[in-house]
């Protein structure tokens, strides 16, 4: 018989005297023949292949033999339970009497399933190793792999493969850098190598619309100061604090470049101040500004911009005065709106119910 058993019955059983396997199969058989009719009749089921062949194993010590069968079902689970406790009811076996119990039903195709993920999990260290990637990990990492061939230089130094005919080009400080922003999918970036900006990249700024992309330390804040004096950088764009470009998410170059600001409108910190020159130069001291009659009111304050020229003057008394009739006007609008809500309740709740009702629907 072809086996395509879903169960396996395992049983025990113990009988008072010495006996054969043959015994154990003749009571299986004998002992169950028109107990549950002809539709669970064990010669029957056999006949048709929903049972299989009963396996016996026996050991006889003491004039006592005891043993385990295996009977394979390829019934529904509830049939296959019925066929399992009607084992139970044999209570001869041979010329000796004796006891079946059965222990457990097991899920053939259940351990099956058991062994195949154990099997597959083994061939897939075996076969392919720790690296298993999916789908969308291995198209970036071989996009990865196009972008990083795709590394060129400009005048010698490591750059992206637009730099030389780009519009624009972008800054940054090391070849870590330009591999990143090609990861990222920027293309026009050229690295300065070093804490001294380059001659050949200095004339190129001047060529180009420059956007400056340096880590945020100390070292990058030393090269943007050079390229303040030296160079004709654009934009600034800002890595988070602390953290270096080589180390951004594709997703963070992106938000740092798409917020970049004009040079103009950097951070005073980008420039260099009077008590820090920049690399290579001597400081400068700044020459004082005289402040003429009139500017700044008593007890004012002035703003200037870059260029030293007054750009505001204002009293800060006024400011004061006018922050607080703002503030007045302000809260008797709120008490104004709270008396009106408090006159609206009134007016609710002296309608009838029937009229509350009507105004609520129709609201």
Known sequence: MHDVSKYLIHARFAADGVIEQSDVVGAIYGQTEGL????LDFRSLQDASKLGRISVEIQAAGGQSTGTFTLPASLDSVRTAI???TLETIDQIGPCSAQITVETIEDVREAKRS???DRATELLHEGFGEG???ADEILHEVEEAVRIEQITTYEGYPAGPNVADSDAVIL???RADVLQLLRSGVKNAVAVEG???PEELIELTRRRTTTVFFDADRGGDL???ELAQRGAADYIARAPDGRSVEDLSRK???DALRHKLPVEMADPAESVPASEPAPGEEPVAAEPRAVEDGDVPPGGVAVYDADGALVEAASLEANERRSDAEDTDLATAISELQQRQTQLQAAFQATSSSQQTSLVNFL
């Open 172 to 174: 940054v400080e090391g």
């Open 36 to 39: 549950l009719g002809d539709r």
């Open 252 to 254: 963070e170059v992106h």
């Open 83 to 85: 066929i399992a406790a």
């Open 223 to 225: 090269l943007r100061r």
């Open 195 to 197: 804490t001294d900006i």
């Open 115 to 117: 062994w195949i993920v």
């Open 132 to 134: 298993l990637l999916d």
